[in-house]
Nanobody
Framework: VQLQASGGGLVQAGDSLRLSCVASGRTFSSYGMGWFRQAPGKEREFVAGVSRSGSTTYYPDSMKGRFTISRDNAKNTVYLQMNTLKPEDTANYYC?????????????????WGQGTQVTVSS
């Protein structure tokens, strides 16, 4: 599956953004999906994951409350709603697909990655 992320941009602290990731092919619902981010000089960080059906989501504690992942299998799209953005959220955000049914936090299980979309939050 090929992934194309979009929706990033330059926003001010406190603003919201919704990222989208469109998958090619007819097997989108066979993949659990995740969002990761990477800031310059920092390691890649897991942001959120969603199961194949969309019924189960997972967030690390640091992301709970401001980020919401969802998916629309009819549109082959996964979303990341980001609210109350902070300057420390500035990063390149990537969507990724993995074959397990449940959300997964470990980047190594994801075998398909999008190209990333840049989010910059000014103070």
């Amino acid at each position: 599956v090929q992934l194309q992320a979009s929706g990033g941009g330059l926003v001010q602290a406190g603003d919201s953004l919704r990222l989208s990731c469109v998958a090619s092919g007819r097997t989108f619902s066979s993949y659990g999906m995740g969002w990761f981010r990477q800031a310059p000089g920092k390691e890649r960080e897991f942001v959120a994951g969603v199961s194949r059906s969309g019924s189960t989501t997972y967030y690390p504690d640091s992301m709970k409350g401001r980020f919401t992942i969802s998916r629309d299998n009819a549109k082959n799209t996964v979303y990341l709603q980001m609210n109350t953005l902070k300057p420390e959220d500035t990063a390149n955000y990537y969507c990724a697909a993995q074959p397990a049914m449940s959300p997964e936090e470990v980047a190594g299980v994801y075998d398909n990655w999008g190209q990333g979309t840049q989010v910059t939050v000014s103070s």
